[in-house]
């Protein structure tokens, strides 16, 4: 269905009632002639991915208990199956926020991978590549940068929000393209004011001074990377003082939108991935850790759960709202599933075998679940789905070359997304 044109006017109207809306619109699963969005014969979200907006679980989300349910096995736990707005796609009954929007979704239940290791398995997630000690890949936010560019000539292109230990960063790419950490999304964006000893006269003197230290050295040697860290200082510079910096805070935000994405390490981060959004921003990704649940599973569950069914929720309303999620490609992912059978001490252990990942947005067809595992949730049944198929399913999604190799600094030739292929059944 192509997308129906609006004149002027009627597009002014049309957003100024979408707007009333924010938080609040009625995001439903596409029953019969019933859209997305709850109204009749909506227009089906299309286009290439502007932003990435990339939700990791780290610590390997238990799959069972969230979206691939199970019922009528003893693996199944105490999750419970809820149905969604989509017919035939069930969720687990701690998500019935995200059960609304399954019309929005793509859920991918048949994904595996080589290792239960948390660390190589994150890298692997995030790069497409095994990790080597010869080599550093470059996580997905440094190609997206490096390929599409910047929105905002002003502004970083690329974020991680919350933990970035081991994050891969830019890797071989230039340091430049490395993900800009903000370690507290409540906190924002820190040190980008000179501290009060320090006059912008004096600063600027020891700048200079530096500079005129560094020139020697610098004109030995004709490096990259050495120009890609002055030209990560000189923007660093641009910033301090700097309107822009308004963006990194959430505080900003009416009180009512700050609650409704809830006060917790993922809403909030959710909040300042919107706004990173509208300022530009190619890529955001939000780290939400916890999800290691050896012990007392349902315990720890409960509140994971809430608050990823309602950061996540209202994220896909408030984009939807401003007209940003046509543009702004959404996954949630994380390294590797849990066992489906219980241990000993109420909780799940490590399982690579599958595991379940969401696609939401821009470039995406949602309302579909792509591929199944078994009925115990153990090893995958339909259409598995490797590492390197999903990345290339998101880079494809955003419009970014798939097959275009780029060269280490050992040689080596890579891709965005590794050597897989995109899933044409989840593009848009």
Not at 204 to 231: M, P
Not at 246 to 255: A, G, R, S, T, Y
Not at 286 to 313: F, I, P, S
């Amino acid at each position: 269905m192509s997308r129906p044109e609006f004149a002027p006017e009627e597009r002014r109207d049309f957003m100024k009632t979408i707007a009333k809306q924010t938080l609040g619109v009625s995001f439903a699963g596409s029953v019969a002639s019933q859209g997305l969005f709850g109204e009749a014969q909506a227009a089906p979200i299309v286009g290439k991915a502007k932003h990435i907006i990339y939700l990791f679980m780290d610590g390997a989300m238990t799959h069972l208990d969230t979206f691939d349910p199970k019922v009528g096995v003893e693996e199944a736990g105490e999750t419970k199956p809820i149905q969604t707005r989509v017919p035939g796609i069930q969720f687990g009954d701690r998500f019935p926020k995200l059960s609304y929007l399954a019309g929005a979704i793509a859920v991918v239940r048949s994904l595996s991978t080589e290792t239960g290791a948390h660390d190589k398995g994150k890298y692997l997630m995030r790069t497409s590549y095994k990790q080597l000690n010869s080599i550093q890949h470059p996580a997905m936010g440094a190609w997206m940068v490096s390929e599409a560019g910047r929105l905002n000539k002003d502004l970083p292109g690329n974020y991680v929000i919350g933990g970035s230990n081991r994050h891969p960063g830019a890797g071989f790419l230039p340091p430049s393209l490395s993900p800009v950490p903000i370690a507290n999304a409540s906190a924002g964006l820190q040190n980008t004011t000179l501290p009060k000893y320090l006059t912008p006269e004096y600063f600027n003197r020891r700048l200079i001074l530096a500079n005129k230290f560094d020139q020697s050295f610098q004109s030995r040697r004709n490096n990259t990377r050495i120009e890609a860290y002055n030209q990560l200082y000189g923007e660093a510079k641009r910033l301090i003082g700097s309107d822009h910096l308004k963006v990194f805070n959430i505080k900003d935000e009416p009180q009512a939108i700050q609650d409704a994405y809830g006060n917790n390490q993922l809403g909030q981060a959710c909040l300042l991935a919107r706004r990173l959004v509208q300022s530009g921003a190619r890529f955001i990704e939000v780290n939400y850790g916890g999800w290691d649940m050896h012990q007392d599973l349902y315990t720890k569950l409960d509140e994971r759960a809430a608050n990823v069914d309602n950061a996540v929720g209202n994220l896909l309303r408030d984009l939807h709202s401003k007209g940003l999620l046509d543009e702004t490609l959404i996954v949630l992912t994380t390294e590797f599933g849990r066992k489906p059978k219980m241990n000993v001490n109420g909780g799940r252990d490590h399982h690579p075998g599958a595991f379940s990942s969401l696609l939401m947005g821009a470039g995406i067809k949602g309302g579909q679940v792509y591929g199944e595992s078994d009925k115990q949730g153990f090893s995958v049944a339909k259409d598995h789905v490797s590492v390197s198929e999903f990345n290339k399913t998101i880079a494809a999604a955003a419009g970014l070359p798939l097959e275009e190799e780029r060269f280490a600094p050992n040689g080596r030739p890579f891709k965005i997304g590794g050597d897989g292929d995109p899933i044409k059944a989840l593009l848009a």
